[in-house]
């Protein structure tokens, strides 16, 4: 029965009310709300406290969407007091009394108490990785995708901070047409190199197959804010801005273009 206020469990799990309230919006709690009050359950305040290493000042949009998955998952007379979770970048590593397993591909793990946080991502032998996606380039090389692409799943699978795998297998995507999941690989990349060029170039192109003009713009402007010679960022700009009749913004970046090209080009 849900009978705490948002106050209340603040003061039981330690949360700023404006935090819960934030938390219970985003569906990742589940209180009654009634004229504009929330009522919780002690389920509630149980799975805030199995969480709360995890939320404190954490912005991280994968790991909010795991924790509203698992709060889903969880039934509502399952016990919480053994549930606990560890997150490092998009991950989400949960534990309870008879398992342990990563939230984002449902995988389950060993010897969780040996991992710290800054090591969570190594949880595969990182030379079998290198070897793994060393076969996926010449793979990928051969012009063979569809191998390329099953070994660059299975090495996410492994070591789901792979940037450079989630390029490639976002670029075998972009060839097969399926951009939505080319998008979604380069926007994990994007999140584990935030200065990665190519992943934010490639991410614009995504968005411009997917009709998302003005996200492709954003896009490419932010791969130029990155480095300012990406000739292609600049004639893609162009276009996009010929498109949507600024004729000023269009010209600018034709004549970068122009000039980049005309600089490296033989």
């Known amino acids: 029965m849900s ?10 799990t330690g949360h700023e009310p404006e935090t819960i309230r934030r938390i219970s919006r985003m ?8 004229k504009g009050i929330y009522f919780f359950s002690f389920q509630d305040i149980s799975f805030l406290r199995a969480i709360s ?28 007091s ?6 490092h970048k998009s991950q989400l590593i949960a534990k309870n009394a008879n398992k342990i397993w990563n939230t984002h591909s449902g995988q389950y793990l060993l010897q969780f108490e040996n991992q710290t946080d800054s090591k969570t991502s190594e949880l595969s032998n990182s030379r079998d990785i290198n070897e793994q996606f ?19 799943i299975e090495l996410l699978e492994r070591d789901p901070y ?24 380069y926007e994990k990349a994007i999140e584990l190199e935030p200065k990665n060029v190519i992943a934010r170039f490639n991410a614009g192109v995504a ?30 700009l162009s276009r996009l801005y010929e498109a949507k009749k600024d004729i000023k913004a269009s010209a600018y970046h034709l004549a970068y273009y122009q000039i980049l090209k005309l600089t490296f080009d033989d």
């Open 3 to 12: 009978q705490y206020k948002t106050n209340e469990v603040a003061k039981l």
């Open 27 to 34: 569906g990742i709690l589940s209180p009654i709300k009634d």
């Open 53 to 80: 290493n995890v939320v404190s000042n954490n912005e991280n949009r994968y790991i909010w969407a795991a924790l509203k998955k698992i709060k889903r998952q969880i039934s509502a007379d399952e016990p919480l």
């Open 82 to 87: 053994s549930l606990s979770f560890k997150s």
């Open 134 to 152: 060393k076969k996926a380039l010449a793979l990928d090389e051969e012009k063979k995708f569809i191998a390329a692409k099953e070994t660059y």
């Open 162 to 185: 792979h940037a450079r795998a989630r390029i490639n297998l976002g670029r075998i995507y972009h060839q097969e047409a399926n951009f939505n999941n080319a998008l979604q690989q």
């Open 207 to 236: 968005y411009e197959d997917l009709d998302r003009q003005d996200d492709a713009i954003t896009c490419y402007l932010e791969t130029l804010d990155l480095d300012i010679t990406i000739a292609e960022a600049h004639f893609n």
